[in-house]
């Protein structure tokens, strides 16, 4: 081989060395990039008595290197909306039904994109992006609360999902961020309640049982029932108004409570009254007259000077007689 040959090999060489070095390197630089957070949107729901909340929940974790800050959230939902409603969160029908904004999740100034439910086809669009604020790397938080309502004619307990039908989330340089996981919400649509409830304790008895409470529309009249033994009563009319509620139980001074409100669906809670006890002749005032029927029959068992309802008429009577005494009914409610 001549030197003219040598030469040419070994620049050939070089060269071929160069290239292979030069492409890994390129190669390289074009590999790099973000990194792939783990990312989901869940759906919580939770029960209060008849009704419940639920929050839409963005989560994001990062590696510990090229980490993806997350700025922005697009989530879009469906319910069943012959099952259950969403409540207004801030109760202006000008701008319609909207979610509770939640600044769990991003601590800057939130710009809100879309906030809008549409009770009737059951859906529900929201999105929210942070304007500045701490960059989140690693984090899972709400973005977005909302409370609701069985919806009416819902006539038995019927389980109902809130479902994200599609969620997207955003850089700060508005690239896509891959959602990994997505989890619905499920509810427990009952049927809504209602009626005219409280509790009317007896004084002096353990159990407050056979209190008859009538609810009488100011005009005309309507329902009356009997409390357990919780004192607990729940009356469900029959028209809508106001009524006058009455609570009465022999021995006891009446309670009244007149100007109750009853509409169709609606639950009304009275609260709690205690009736006073020692009205042994029913006329609505605690005197001698009571005072003296049961020190007629102190030690026997009749059953209107018994007022603890223990069996028998002795000192537990006469001392709650004694300690209402002058007292008069009806007992404001």
Not at 37 to 65: K, R, W, Y
Not at 135 to 162: H, K, M, Q, R
Not at 183 to 190: C, E, L, M, Y
Not at 209 to 226: K, N, R, W, Y
Request: with cysteine.
């Amino acid at each position: 081989m001549n030197v003219v040959t040598l030469k040419t090999w070994r620049l050939l060489l070089i060269l071929m060395a160069m290239t292979v070095l030069g492409s890994s390197t390129l190669m390289t630089a074009s590999a790099a990039g973000p990194g792939d957070p783990d990312t989901a949107v869940i759906v919580n729901c939770a029960e209060m008595d008849l009704a419940g909340h639920c929050q839409i929940i963005v989560s994001i974790a990062n590696a510990d290197t090229d980490p993806v800050e997350l700025r922005g959230a697009e989530v879009h939902l469906s319910f069943d909306p012959t099952l259950v409603q969403i409540v207004d969160a801030d109760d202006d029908p000008t701008n319609g039904v909207q979610l509770m904004v939640a600044d769990a999740l991003f601590d800057g100034t939130l710009q809100v994109g879309q906030n809008l439910v549409d009770n009737t086809a059951g859906t529900i669009d929201f999105a929210l992006t942070q304007i500045n604020g701490t960059p989140v790397l690693d984090a899972s938080a709400a973005v977005a609360t909302f409370e609701w309502i069985p919806a009416a004619g819902v006539e038995t307990p019927t389980d109902t999902e809130v479902m994200v039908t599609e969620a997207l989330l955003s850089t700060p340089d508005g690239y896509p961020i891959s959602v990994d996981e997505i989890s619905n919400g499920t509810i427990v649509a009952r049927p809504p309640d209602e009626g005219i409830v409280g509790t009317i304790e007896l004084q002096g008895r353990y159990d407050h049982s056979g209190t008859m409470v009538s609810a009488l529309l100011e005009d005309p009249g309507c329902c009356q029932i009997f409390t357990d033994a919780e004192g607990r009563f729940k009356i469900i009319p029959t028209e809508v108004g106001t009524y006058r509620v009455t609570a009465w139980k022999q021995g006891y001074l009446r309670a009244c409570r007149t100007g109750v409100p009853y509409n169709s669906g609606q639950l009304t809670d009275m609260g709690s009254v205690t009736l006073l006890g020692g009205d042994v002749v029913p006329d609505e005032v605690i005197d001698i007259c009571d005072v003296a029927y049961m020190a007629s029959r102190f030690g026997g068992t009749d059953p209107f000077a018994d007022i603890t309802g223990d069996g028998q008429v002795n000192i537990l009577d006469l001392t709650m007689t004694a300690a209402n005494f002058g007292r008069s009914g009806p007992i404001l409610w």
